[in-house]
């Protein structure tokens, strides 16, 4: 019986995942299409802000991809924010091999990046995590799901780095039931606890990111702080 719910289970696996997918984008999409529309009959601009509408595009590119405003505030977080999302960029470009039949020769020095990504990541989350736990402020202010998404993160690179060095599983299936969430044609999921391990907490962060605070930098751009300018 207990084979028989792992088969069954592997392949809802797939429909399951395109499900949360669909989910993820669609209530996404349907959060910047409210922001988009909603009135700013006036600027609010934080200053010291543009004048131009170069210079509105200058501070959000610099807002979003060098965290700027966290940079003055707090070298120590600044710090570990550009080491956790750049490590988990790095981390999805490593993962982007499972999106390919054929692995491309341009891929092979990106897999290289696979260790220092995981390492800059984990260190990120640390940082981050300690912030939460051992100063007052931050402590007083942070709520639950604070905490569940940098322990949903630590999970998934974790378990990740286990799946690589310490429990391997056959990629090629792996990567077969990934490509068939996508297309629609749906593959078994490997039947092995590390993949469940590393695919639950990928799910559920894609559940939770859509209304949670971690669509803060999606959100960078609508908001009218960052992009109205000195008129």
């Known amino acids: 019986m207990s084979e028989r719910a792992g088969q069954l289970a592997g392949h809802l696996a797939g429909p399951l995942l395109t499900l949360v997918l669909c989910w993820s984008a669609g209530a996404l999409l349907w959060r910047m299409l409210h922001w988009a529309r909603t009135p700013q009959p006036v600027p609010v601009a934080l200053t010291p802000a543009p004048r131009t509408r170069g210079g509105v595009l200058l501070r959000l590119t610099t807002e979003l991809f060098a965290f700027r405003s966290l940079f003055r505030a707090s070298r120590t977080t600044w710090f570990a924010s550009v080491a956790m999302h750049y490590g988990l960029l790095g981390l999805l470009l490593v993962h982007a091999r499972f999106l390919m039949p054929v692995l491309p020769a341009w891929m092979v020095p990106v897999l290289q990046i696979s260790g220092w990504a995981t390492l800059v990541t984990l260190a990120g989350i640390a940082v981050l995590a300690a912030r939460?736990?051992?100063?007052?402020?931050?402590?007083?202010?942070?709520?639950?799901?604070?905490?569940?998404?940098?322990?949903?993160?630590?999970?998934?690179?974790?378990?990740?780095?286990?799946?690589?060095?310490?429990?391997?599983?056959?990629?090629?299936?792996?990567?077969?039931?990934?490509?068939?969430?996508?297309?629609?044609?749906?593959?078994?999921?490997?039947?092995?606890?590390?993949?469940?391990?590393?695919?639950?907490?990928?799910?559920?962060?894609?559940?939770?990111?859509?209304?949670?605070?971690?669509v803060h930098g999606i959100g960078i751009p609508f908001a009218p702080t960052w992009n109205t300018r000195v008129r």
Not at 162 to 173: G, I
Request: zero cysteines.
């Open 132 to 214: 939460r736990l051992l100063i007052d402020r931050m402590r007083w202010i942070s709520v639950p799901s604070d905490h569940l998404h940098l322990l949903l993160l630590g999970t998934i690179v974790l378990s990740g780095s286990a799946l690589k060095r310490l429990w391997p599983t056959d990629l090629h299936a792996t990567g077969q039931f990934l490509r068939g969430v996508l297309s629609l044609d749906w593959q078994p999921l490997p039947a092995h606890a590390g993949v469940w391990l590393h695919l639950g907490p990928v799910a559920l962060l894609l559940v939770v990111f859509p209304i949670s605070k971690l």
